[in-house]
C-alpha cells in the first residue's frame, strides 16, 4: 500500500489542492491494516493508524489494489 499512496501524493497537483483539509482512513481488510491519508496545503502525506470511529464512514469493495489505486486516479469505468 505504501507504494501505491507514494503514486496518490506524486500525483496530487499542489496549487490546485492549496485549499483543502482532507482527512481519509483507508483499511485493507485482506491485511487488517489501516492508513490515514492526510491532504493539506496541496501535500498528500499518510501513516499507518487506528481508524477513527468518530468520522463519516463508507465501504468500498474493490477486486484489487490496482483497481483502487486506477478509481484514485480519476478511472470511474466498471470495477
Known amino acids: 500500500p505504501e ?8 500525483s496530487v ?8 483539509d482532507l482527512t481519509l482512513d483507508v483499511t485493507f481488510l485482506d491485511t487488517a491494516t489501516n492508513y490515514r491519508l492526510t491532504l493539506r496545503n ?10 477513527d470511529e ?11 489494489k490496482l ?3 486506477s478509481l ?3 478511472d470511474n469505468t466498471s470495477p
Not at 507504494?3 to 506524486?10: P, S, Y
Not at 497537483?13 to 483543502?20: E, I, K, Q, V
Not at 496541496?42 to 481508524?51: C, F, I, K, S, T
Open 42 to 51: 496541496g501535500v498528500l502525506v499518510y501513516r499507518d493508524a487506528a481508524p
Open 13 to 20: 497537483n499542489g496549487p490546485r489542492a492549496w485549499d483543502l
Open 54 to 64: 468518530s468520522t463519516a464512514q463508507v465501504t468500498v469493495r474493490l477486486a484489487t
Open 3 to 10: 507504494q501505491m499512496f507514494d503514486v496518490l501524493a506524486i
Open 72 to 74: 484514485a486516479m480519476g
Open 67 to 69: 483497481r483502487l489505486l
